[in-house]
């Protein structure tokens, strides 16, 4: 099997990749990134000199770039790039609507020309909105994206949709709840509370931190995704969560105790514009269907990722500083990965 996956240096992809490669050895891989700021060539380090592992540095919205990469004979795509950040999409949504949108259509028509035959888009629950109380989104639910990322998302999915619809293209769409785990970077929730907590700096909690999120250890939606690939219906839609949502002062604290830090760190600081209140999703299809569930209890979870980011001091502090970007100029360029050499 060759696996064309994009956006894999960042958190999730590069989790997904070392996971896949892990469990189906035989896979050879292709990762597609612009790098991005949050694209981190170091989160795939450990496997970066596997035969059956290449890295192309490229722009999901290059239609050129792209076409000439799906050439390869793909047996499917994941594609994970996307502008990811909420705040990010707030104080600047164009980025988000470029890559998010259009870069989707650009994956789509070249996969489509190429007839590669399934493509897995990993989306998100936030197209789904905020949920009221005991209320949980299904696949069926509406789409009421809130936040300029979100809605992104949402174009992207219908975008998808609409390719099945029209072409009979062969996509699968998974929706996803807030990740959490090794390699994330730190704008994210808990890895931020996590590196500002070891470093003696406050926790911007926003608003009342009674904001809840149904948090899913990276390596559960890694499992999920493999199964969808392999099993999902063509046209389908799959949620995938771990049902225990939870309010983020809850998590903070958690973080905290794990840390053996003060709650005295806490600040509560201006809320987030357009705040989603509640995230929580009904995954009961994927669970039926596919005979996923989520393993990795929260408290669990969070041991091993604050013990990861403890554990990695040098990847935190590049990460904060930039110096992770010299990386690309270091090896590859040296190495001549281009688009040629494939
Ligand atoms: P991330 O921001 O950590 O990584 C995104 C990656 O995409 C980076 O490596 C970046 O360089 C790359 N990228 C961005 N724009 C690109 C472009 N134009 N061309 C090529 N590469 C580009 O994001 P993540 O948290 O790993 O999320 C990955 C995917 O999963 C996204 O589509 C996101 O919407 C979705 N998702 C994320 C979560 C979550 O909790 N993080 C939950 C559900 C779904
Ligand atoms: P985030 O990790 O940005 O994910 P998303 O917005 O996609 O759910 O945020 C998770 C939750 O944590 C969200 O309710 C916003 C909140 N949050 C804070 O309270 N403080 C922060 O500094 C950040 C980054 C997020």
Same mark, same amino acid.
């Given at each position: 099997m060759k696996l064309l996956v994009t956006g894999g240096a960042g958190f999730i992809g590069s989790n997904f990749i070392r996971y896949f490669l892990n469990v189906h050895p035989s896979t050879e891989i292709v990762n597609f990134d612009k790098?991005?700021?949050? /694209?981190?060539l170091q989160n795939l380090a450990d496997i970066d000199? $596997? @035969?059956n592992y290449r890295f192309v540095r490229g722009d999901i919205c290059d239609a050129e770039a792209v076409e000439h990469l799906c050439? $390869? %004979?793909?047996?499917a795509i994941v594609h994970f790039a996307a502008e990811s950040h909420v705040d990010r999409s707030i104080a600047a949504a164009r980025e988000f609507i470029r890559a998010n949108v259009e870069g989707t259509l650009v994956m789509l028509e070249a996969a489509r020309k190429r007839k590669i035959s399934r493509f897995l888009h990993v989306s998100t629950d936030?197209?789904? /909105?905020s949920m009221a109380p005991k209320e949980s989104a299904t696949e069926q639910s509406q789409l009421a994206p809130n936040s300029p990322y979100a809605a992104s998302k949402a174009a992207s999915d219908l975008l998808v949709r609409s390719y099945v619809q029209t072409?009979?293209? @062969?996509a699968v769409i998974t929706r996803c709840t807030n990740n959490y785990g @090794?390699? $994330?970077? @730190?704008?994210?929730?808990i890895p931020l509370m996590i590196s500002n907590a070891i470093e003696g700096k406050k926790l911007p909690v926003y608003g009342d931190g009674l904001n809840e999120r149904d948090w899913i250890f990276v390596e559960d939606h890694c499992r999920a995704l493999d199964a969808v690939l392999e099993k999902g219906r063509i046209g389908e839609i799959y949620n995938i969560g771990s049902g225990r949502p939870v309010p983020n002062i809850g998590i903070v604290r958690s973080l905290l105790k794990l840390l053996n830090a %003060?709650? /005295?760190l806490i600040e509560f600081v201006q809320d987030r514009p357009g705040h989603d209140r509640r995230y929580a999703l009904d995954d009961s299809k994927i669970r039926r269907e596919l005979g996923w569930e989520s393993k990795v209890e929260l408290d669990a979870g969070l041991k091993h990722t604050v013990d990861w980011y403890r554990t990695h001091s040098d990847w935190v502090q590049e990460a904060k500083s930039g110096e992770y970007q010299a990386y690309y100029e270091k090896f590859y360029v040296k190495r001549r990965a281009t688009l040629a050499q494939l």
């Open positions: 790098l991005t700021y949050a /694209g981190n000199a $596997q @035969p050439e $390869q %004979p793909f047996d936030e197209v789904y /909105g072409h009979k293209f @062969p @090794p390699y $994330q970077f @730190p704008e994210k929730l %003060p709650d /005295g």
